[in-house]
């Protein structure tokens, strides 16, 4: 599938972006900056979150839709170990470059699985506007209708919950975490090198904030707050949202929160 040669190219990507600051390794003791920018000592980088999309279920007068889950905005604290390693100037520099190629390994990866979704999605998109015509037709009551489009929905979410190309995900996520990480090493004394190991081991030890963490402040993935079911009564999505009246031909892919932090790109 042409999703999953995607997701082995990332891999192959994400080893060579980081590779580059393999070279650049430091053996000796280094003396630290005065000061640390905001931008490091409040840095986030992608959890390893890979969930599948949420599913707005199709009604008679609604198409299907696919929102990003919470997890694509799930962020995980990195400032406290920036802290902790002390950097000099010029590693700071460094590791700005490292975050920033971490945020685009992780953004590519997530959003091929997207894309995979919403291909998966087209079959059962065309099953609904095929009952959507039929009862437009007379050939099948709304009764009918109503129950043949809610079979479509389980169907739909199944699929999703299936999708082989969430495997293909996990793997180049944790690509992209491995080469950061390796190449974050690459810059460190081996005193610094040992600060990592324990982040590693144990990322709660370091400092407020600590742990996985929500990008948007509210903390609340899709499905927050509920909407009036203007259209087909019988109609909501397994989250719980209600449906309007009118129809869309939009893919409905939803939108991603965020993440107010200065490090965080896209």
Do not use: Y
Not at 99 to 120: F, N
Not at 121 to 126: D, G, I, L, N, S
Not at 163 to 179: G, L, T, V, W
Request: with cysteine; aromatic share 2%.
């Amino acid at each position: 599938m042409k999703t999953r040669k995607m997701m082995m190219g990332l891999l192959g990507a994400a080893l060579i972006a980081f590779g580059s600051f393999g070279l650049v390794g430091c053996s000796e003791a280094v003396a630290p900056a005065d000061d640390m920018p905001m931008a490091l000592a409040t840095a986030t980088i992608p959890a390893l979150d890979v969930e599948e999309a949420v599913v707005n279920d199709a009604t008679i007068d609604m198409p299907m839709q696919l929102e990003r889950p919470a997890g694509d905005r799930k962020r995980q604290n990195f400032g406290g170990l920036l802290k902790a390693l002390n950097l000099t100037a010029e590693q700071q520099t460094a590791v700005k470059d490292l975050l920033a190629q971490h945020e685009d390994c992780a953004k590519a990866v997530r959003d091929a699985l997207r894309a995979s979704e919403q291909a998966l999605m087209e079959p059962f998109k065309a099953q609904r506007d095929e009952v959507k015509a039929k009862l437009a037709a007379g050939e099948i009551t709304r009764e009918e209708a109503r129950a043949l489009i809610g079979e479509i929905n389980a169907a739909a979410r199944e699929a999703l919950k299936n999708n082989p190309e969430r495997e293909a995900a996990k793997a180049a996520m944790q690509a992209c975490r491995d080469s950061f990480l390796a190449a974050l090493r690459a810059l460190l004394t081996p005193e610094q090198s040992a600060i990592l190991d324990q982040w590693i081991a144990d990322p709660s030890a370091f400092g407020p904030g600590k742990g996985d963490r929500h990008g948007d402040k509210g903390g609340k993935g899709p499905g927050k707050g509920d909407r009036p079911d203007h259209g087909d009564k019988g109609g909501k999505g397994h989250d719980g949202r209600g449906h309007h009246d009118n129809d869309s031909t939009g893919t409905g892919s939803g939108s991603d929160t965020t993440n107010t932090n200065p490090n965080t790109r896209g």
